[in-house]
């Protein structure tokens, strides 16, 4: 019996090891339809939270301090767009050697199945979209001499009436 203990506690700690050693960075943490002040304090920036009334904006901010975890980060620029003062779409934009940001991207969102054959090329250029529950991905990637240009786009589905009313009044205009 104290063996059973044993063996049971030892599978616990090893379970609650693993899942902080693969702890990904989840942008979801950045929920979609925070307002901007809040993930401007979130990520503590020294930013002016005071939009006047601009229906369209960003915060830029750097990898590093999104993805504390993720050497992919590092170096590498997020930007999260707002709309009518709710986050409706993140972007990240690599340049590697190698591609990275798309598996990161897969191992958070889900893989892309059938995947264009360009992506594969000892020179990369492809790109495809994919969604989940609640929100899709663009991913391109295109390849500059020696390295290679990733570029994902993770946009809210559930705020897409932001989006929809944005368009009408810059029709308007």
Same mark, same amino acid.
């Given at each position: 019996?104290?063996?059973?203990?044993?063996?049971?506690?030892?599978?616990?700690?090893?379970?609650?090891?693993? !899942?902080?050693?693969?702890?990904?960075?989840?942008?979801?943490?950045?929920?979609? !339809?925070?307002?901007?002040?809040?993930?401007?304090?979130?990520?503590?920036?020294?930013?002016?939270?005071?939009?006047?009334?601009?229906?369209?904006?960003?915060?830029?901010?750097? !990898?590093?301090?999104?993805?504390?975890?993720?050497?992919?980060?590092?170096?590498?620029?997020?930007?999260?767009?707002?709309?009518?003062?709710?986050?409706?779409?993140?972007? *990240?934009?690599?340049?590697?050697?190698?591609?990275?940001?798309?598996?990161?991207?897969?191992?958070?969102?889900?893989?892309?199945?059938?995947?264009?054959?360009?992506?594969?090329?000892?020179?990369?250029?492809?790109?495809?979209?994919?969604?989940?529950?609640?929100?899709? *991905?663009?991913?391109?990637?295109?390849?500059?001499?020696?390295?290679?240009?990733?570029? *994902?786009? *993770?946009?809210?589905?559930?705020?897409?009436?932001?989006?929809?009313?944005?368009?009408?009044?810059?029709? !308007?205009?």
């Amino acid at each position: 019996m104290k063996k059973n203990k044993i063996i049971i506690l030892t599978l616990i700690a090893q379970l609650l090891f693993i !899942g902080s050693a693969q702890a990904k960075c989840d942008l979801e943490s950045f929920k979609f !339809g925070s307002s901007y002040k809040t993930l401007n304090n979130k990520l503590k920036l020294d930013m002016d939270s005071e939009i006047n009334d601009v229906p369209e904006y960003f915060l830029f901010a750097p !990898g590093e301090l999104v993805c504390k975890n993720e050497k992919i980060f590092e170096g590498v620029p997020v930007n999260f767009i707002f709309v009518y003062d709710k986050l409706v779409e993140i972007q *990240i934009t690599r340049l590697s050697e190698e591609a990275t940001l798309v598996d990161w991207a897969e191992s958070i969102y889900g893989e892309k199945v059938n995947k264009p054959s360009s992506f594969y090329y000892e020179m990369p250029n492809a790109q495809w979209l994919w969604d989940n529950s609640n929100a899709a *991905i663009a991913y391109s990637i295109k390849s500059n001499e020696n390295q290679v240009f990733e570029s *994902i786009i *993770i946009q809210s589905l559930n705020h897409q009436k932001y989006f929809e009313k944005l368009a009408k009044e810059q029709e !308007g205009e």
